[in-house]
């Protein structure tokens, strides 16, 4: 093994995060999403071979195209910029100035590192500066993101940039807490451990403000 390949194992098995913007390259689009099943489906079936499969069977035959398919159009969907949800945003009407918390936002990514999952749950909250966002738009945000090869430091800041964005703020924060199965299913097999991120700005760097999102969300965990 060379000494660049410790070194990207080092990377890998420590799970580091090393750019907070999705490392795509600039032909990443250039061939349709059929072109690109297609030659991930070779590419399982060639992997599935070498390990020695029978891929006659009637149980594996279709499993090349499913994971292909898979891969493209589901877990890995978030990649395409045309999927990024359109985040409708209105006035404050109400003249809501408190902190809004959405809580127990469902995450099912996948780690760049082993692609395997990776399981658990967002917390995001803004405070409006005089625009408000739809609530699943918040949910949908999540989901973009969390639809790409991911670690779960940069899918933190991801997600709090967009709304930050989205809302003309940078009051915006949001905690993840989540289980990787690269962890719990693989190395060291810890199946009770999980992985706390967070990401604040703003207001929320202030600590009444951030403990009292803490509170929100229940989370004893000190940042």
């Keep these: 093994m060379t000494q660049n390949e410790d070194f990207s194992d080092e990377i ?4 580091i995060g090393t750019n907070a913007q999705t490392p795509l390259r600039n032909d990443a689009f250039s061939i349709s999403d059929d072109t690109k099943i297609e030659l991930i489906k070779k590419d399982v079936e060639n992997i599935l071979n070498t390990l020695g499969l029978d891929l006659t069977d009637d149980s594996l035959k279709g499993t090349p195209n499913r994971v292909a398919k898979m891969f493209v159009k589901e877990i890995f969907g978030g990649l395409n910029p045309v999927k990024k949800p359109s985040s409708s945003t209105f006035d404050n009407k109400y003249k809501y100035n408190e902190m809004l918390v959405e809580k127990n936002i469902v995450v099912y990514s996948t780690c760049e590192h082993h692609l395997l999952p990776i399981v ?6 803004y405070i409006s500066n005089g625009t408000v966002v739809g ?4 949910n949908r ?7 790409r090869p991911q670690v779960q430091e940069r899918l933190t800041i991801q ?3 967009e709304l930050q964005n989205v809302l003309g703020t940078v009051d915006v924060a949001c905690v993840i807490d989540a289980k990787h199965l690269c962890v719990n299913s693989r190395g060291i097999r810890d199946i009770e451990s999980s992985t706390v991120t967070a990401e604040f700005g703003g207001k929320f760097k202030e600590d009444k403000v951030r403990r009292e999102f803490l509170d929100y969300i229940k989370l004893d965990t000190q940042f």
């Design 12 to 15: 890998g098995n420590n799970h």
């Design 120 to 125: 658990g749950r967002a917390h995001v909250a």
């Design 135 to 138: 609530l699943s738009k918040m």
């Design 141 to 147: 945000i999540v989901d973009y993101f969390a639809k």
């Design 159 to 161: 997600i709090v940039q």
